[in-house]
Every structure is written in structure tokens, then in C-alpha cells.
């Protein structure tokens, strides 16, 4: 009888220890390698599970005629620590995203609507180039280096998803000419021209 008694209560404790149904962000709280704390779930609700913010059509009156609006926890808290999320990215024609990567996340791509080119380049500096057409989806591994140009004549829509609830976004050439990055120290690095380098940063904003 002890034993049946002792079974139940291991059987019992261990799962209340094992299972955890969602680790909704405590955007309050810092964020560590792993994601944010969690929120008491006492506190959490059906809007933590939901995210509106990608509805509309993002804003492409800019310089590379495009947007990206991302679902990272940081906005969409009821992702935090499930491994995936999400963005919208619209193209103007002619637009482009430019040279980037996601250091947390392999990444897939659906083109909803118009045609684009997308590629990724890989560690041995191989080009991986398609132009995508609607309904054609294509995967980035984590961490390489990619990009999407609009080449068609109408709008282009792009769904993406990651396999990270923070796959971070980092854009090279706003790493080298948005940053405060020593010109000299970018020329050395990059072997590009000081009029170049200056030009860039005065396009983008870097100082240094
Ligand atoms: C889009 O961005 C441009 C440039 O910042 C701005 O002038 C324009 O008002 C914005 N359009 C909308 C619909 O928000």
C-alpha cells in the first residue's frame, strides 16, 4: 500500500515539476540568452497570444523602398520561449531588404504576393540566388548572410517565419555605415575607399 502511495505522489510531483505550458514574457524583466522571464501566469491572457501589429501594409517611403515589421517576443510575448515567430515584409518595386542576417535563426520565406529575388550567400562564399514567384517559399540557414529585391513592377509581399522566438536582425551595411565605427577602422576592415565610406555613412547616418 505504502508503495502504490509513494508511486502516486512521485507520479504527481514530477509532473507538476516537468510540465510548463508557455513561458509568456515578462517584458519588464531583462532578457537573457534563453529569452525572457516568464510572467505569473496568474497574470497572463488571451492578448499575450495574440499579435495584430502585421495587418497592414508597412511603410515603404524610404530609402530602400521597403519594410520589415517583425513578431519577435519582444512584441508578441506569448512567443517567448517556443522557438519561432514571425514578420511582414512589403517591397515597393525596386525595393530592396538589404544584406542581413538573423544570428538566432534559420529563417523561411513566402512570397504572398509579386516576384522577387532572394538569395543567401554561404561560409564558403557560394551565392544561392532564385527569383521567387507567388507561393514559392525558400529557407535561410541560420546565420548566413541574405537578402529579398523587389525586380517585378507591382508590390511585393513577403510572410516569413523564424525558428526562434528572437532570431535578432543584423544589417551590414547599417553595421558598418549606421554604427559609430571609426571610418579608418572600416577601410582597413572592408577595403573600401575613404569617399566611399564617407559617402555611405552620410547616407546612413554613422558617425566616427
Ligand atoms: C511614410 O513615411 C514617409 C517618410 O517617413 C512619411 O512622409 C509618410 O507620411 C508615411 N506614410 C504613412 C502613410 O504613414
Not at 520565406?109 to 538569395?119: E, P, Q, R
Request: aromatic letters at 10%; hydrophobic letters at 45%; glycine letters at 10%.
Amino acid at each position: 500500500m505504502l508503495h502504490v502511495l509513494l508511486f502516486f505522489y512521485f507520479l504527481v510531483s514530477s509532473s507538476h515539476a516537468a510540465v510548463q505550458d508557455f513561458c509568456v514574457a515578462d517584458l519588464k524583466a531583462p532578457q537573457g540568452p534563453a529569452g525572457y522571464s516568464c510572467k505569473t501566469p496568474a497574470k497572463v491572457t488571451v492578448d499575450d497570444f495574440v499579435y495584430s501589429g502585421l495587418g497592414v501594409a508597412g511603410n515603404t517611403s524610404n530609402f530602400i523602398k521597403a519594410s520589415i515589421n517583425t513578431a519577435f517576443a519582444d512584441k508578441f510575448p506569448g512567443l517567448n520561449g517556443l522557438g519561432l515567430s514571425m514578420a511582414r515584409v512589403d517591397l515597393a518595386p525596386g525595393g530592396a531588404i538589404p544584406m542581413h542576417s538573423h544570428p538566432g535563426a534559420s529563417e523561411t520565406l513566402l512570397v504572398a504576393k509579386g516576384s522577387v529575388i532572394a538569395a543567401f550567400v554561404s561560409s564558403d562564399n557560394t551565392v544561392y540566388s532564385k527569383t521567387l514567384k507567388e507561393g514559392d517559399i525558400m529557407v535561410f540557414p541560420q546565420g548566413l548572410l541574405h537578402f529579398e529585391v523587389n525586380t517585378g513592377r507591382t508590390p511585393a509581399l513577403i510572410w516569413v517565419s523564424f525558428s526562434s522566438s528572437n532570431p535578432g536582425l543584423q544589417i551590414l551595411s547599417y553595421a558598418l555605415f549606421r554604427s559609430s565605427l571609426p571610418s579608418e577602422l572600416i577601410e582597413k576592415t572592408t577595403f573600401l575607399d575613404d569617399d566611399e565610406v564617407k559617402r555611405l555613412k552620410a547616407l546612413l547616418g554613422g558617425s566616427g
